[in-house]
């Protein structure tokens, strides 16, 4: 049973919007390293996967050092971004939910990556598509 049938999942960390705005400037450092990496797997990915089919042979890859170098920038910059409660829902993009609870329900504030503020928030049973501006006396 999907959890869209019950009662979201409680997040680790409910934000204020205050809380959620002091973390956009470390957050932008995590997502643009997190993209970084993803960039360079991108880059390297056809060689990899040419290097995995030959290794029983002893096969390796010029760009197996910078392939793990982005696997590690990846996993370590999602992982901060993790242990700050914020909740990334695409890398690309660089958008990003803080749980809140808005008149006594959880609902997500939502940020992408070049916005210079927090002006939009959502249902949890929405994304992207669904978001709503903030109103001047948010909560």
């Known amino acids: 049973m999907a959890w869209s049938d019950q009662e979201p999942p409680q997040p680790a960390r409910i934000f204020t919007l205050a809380e959620a ?5 470390r957050l932008e450092r995590y997502l643009r390293a997190a993209q970084q990496g993803h960039r360079v797997l991108l880059y390297t990915k056809e060689d990899i996967r040419k290097a995995s089919t030959h290794a029983a042979l002893g096969g390796g890859s010029l760009v197996g050092v910078q392939y793990i170098r982005a696997l590690e920038q990846v996993y370590e910059s ?15 993009a660089g958008l990003c939910d803080f749980p809140y609870h ?21 249902e949890v049973d929405q994304g992207y598509a ?5 109103p001047s006396r948010f909560p």
Request: charged fraction near 20%; aromatic fraction near 8%.
């Open 21 to 25: 705005t002091c973390l956009l400037p």
């Open 78 to 92: 999602l992982q901060a971004i993790h242990e700050l409660g914020v909740i990334v829902k695409d890398v690309k």
């Open 102 to 122: 808005l008149n006594g329900r959880l609902v997500y504030l939502c940020w992408k990556l070049g916005e210079e503020a927090i002006h939009w928030w959502h």
């Open 130 to 134: 669904g978001r709503q501006a903030l």
